[in-house]
């Protein structure tokens, strides 16, 4: 998730078909969701938020993979940035260490 102001505009306008200066919020969200990047245009110019979790997921709302986007709301925004799901950790398996001093 090392793309900034120029790569997600530009994946904006050749991946999604769609004009970054139109007004619309775009939000990119690393596979592990666990980083989100919010890409609008200001009166002044692009505005990039960027949000990374400590721990935990990104709450995301149902996909269908054979889109390309999805729309939602700014309910629903909110929402997936304020219900963080907790992540499960994997325990790994302690030996038996003998300290011998």
């Known amino acids: 998730m090392r793309k900034s102001f120029y790569t997600l505009s530009g994946i904006v306008s050749s991946e999604m078909n769609r004009d970054v200066r139109g007004g619309e919020?775009?939000?990119f969200i690393?596979?592990?969701?666990?980083?989100?990047?919010?890409?609008?245009?200001?009166?002044?110019?692009?505005?990039?938020?960027?949000?990374?979790?400590e721990s935990g997921r990104l709450n995301l709302p149902s996909y269908d993979e054979?889109?390309?986007?999805?729309?939602?709301?700014?309910d629903a925004l909110m929402m997936m940035v304020q219900s963080v799901k907790p992540?499960?950790?994997?325990l790994q398996k302690?030996?038996?260490?003998?300290?011998?001093s």
Not at 42 to 48: D, F, H, Q
Not at 94 to 100: A, C, E
Request: charged fraction near 20%; avoid cysteine.
């Open 94 to 100: 302690k030996g038996n260490y003998h300290v011998i």
């Open 87 to 90: 992540r499960t950790k994997k």
């Open 66 to 74: 054979n889109t390309a986007s999805l729309i939602i709301g700014w």
């Open 30 to 53: 690393n596979q592990r969701q666990t980083i989100m990047k919010i890409l609008h245009m200001e009166y002044a110019g692009l505005v990039i938020y960027h949000k990374k979790l």
């Open 25 to 27: 919020v775009f939000i």
